[in-house]
């Protein structure tokens, strides 16, 4: 009972994580397409928030369940190489979400170098994690 609470726990974090993941590239968007200062102001707290509330705290939380149901079922790392390409993709997902924290940095310093068109495509790029990694947990290909 415990690994299905464990379960319904990692995927609520990760619906958080990705809900924060989706949102603060668009936010990235509109910041680039800004041209007044209190705008500009606006969308640093709002990215701020975003990032520290709720997709920091969404991160830990997918990884803290993910590796408590590991650790409670290590035998799903031997039911095939879906796990090693989830947990692949995974670590990438890790390394974008901080590198939406870089740029996020540089939004606050007033040090964006890139325009709308940009993160309109950084946009899209958690959509593609999110397909790969639903498709290998629930098909399971390989």
């Known amino acids: ?27 990235f968007v509109y910041h680039a397409m800004s041209e007044d200062a209190p705008s ?43 796990l090693h390409a989830k947990l692949t993709l995974v670590v990438l997902l890790i390394g974008y979400h901080h590198w939406c924290g870089a740029l996020l940095k540089r939004f606050a310093r007033g040090d964006n170098r890139r325009g709308h068109v940009f993160y309109r495509w950084f946009n899209e790029v958690p959509v593609l994690f999110l397909l790969a990694i639903v498709i290998l947990v629930v098909v399971k290909p390989f």
């Open 1 to 27: 009972m415990l690994y299905l609470w464990l379960k319904a726990l990692h995927i609520i974090a990760i619906v958080c994580w990705f809900a924060g993941l989706f949102y603060l590239p668009r936010l």
């Open 40 to 82: 500009r102001e606006r969308f640093c707290i709002m990215e701020r928030k975003l990032y520290r509330g709720i997709m920091i705290p969404s991160m830990v939380a997918t990884l803290v369940f993910g590796i408590w149901m590991l650790a409670r079922n290590p035998g799903l790392f031997a039911s095939g190489g879906w």
